[in-house]
Nanobody, 127 residues
């Protein structure tokens, strides 16, 4: 059974930083591309960043480019999202997700690509 558990969310002032982490179990983590998504109240879930199974390919939403960094540690079965220069509009519940296709060299940026999701962690950025 695939389990994804996010951690690291919280309340931070604008301009601050947070580091989210997602711990995966129930799968051979190193085979699969991963993604971070977010959903603000009243809005659709959107991709924040995605990474291929090897970490060699990454994708960032335009809204976070230059501020957020996705990384993975295949030895620890974790994928992290370093978030710097946070803005109030970054406030949302952040979710990690994993695809079902192993060893794909691409990243995946659509929520529909991901069958497995964590429960999310709240990030609130105050102005």
């Amino acid at each position: 059974q695939v389990q994804l558990v996010e951690s690291g969310g919280g309340l931070v002032q604008a301009g601050g930083s947070l580091r989210l982490s997602c711990a995966a179990s129930g799968l051979t983590f190193s085979k699969y591309a991963m993604g971070w998504f977010r959903q603000a109240p009243g809005k659709e879930r959107e991709v924040v960043a995605a990474i291929s199974w090897s970490g060699g390919n990454t994708y960032y939403a335009d809204s976070v480019k230059g501020r957020f960094t996705i990384s993975r540690d295949n030895g620890k079965n974790t994928v992290d999202l370093q978030m710097n220069s946070l803005k109030p509009e970054d406030t949302a519940v952040y979710y990690c997700a994993v695809v079902q296709t192993p060893y794909s060299t691409r990243y995946y940026a659509a929520p529909s690509d991901y069958p497995y999701w964590g429960r999310g962690t709240q990030v609130t950025v105050s102005s």
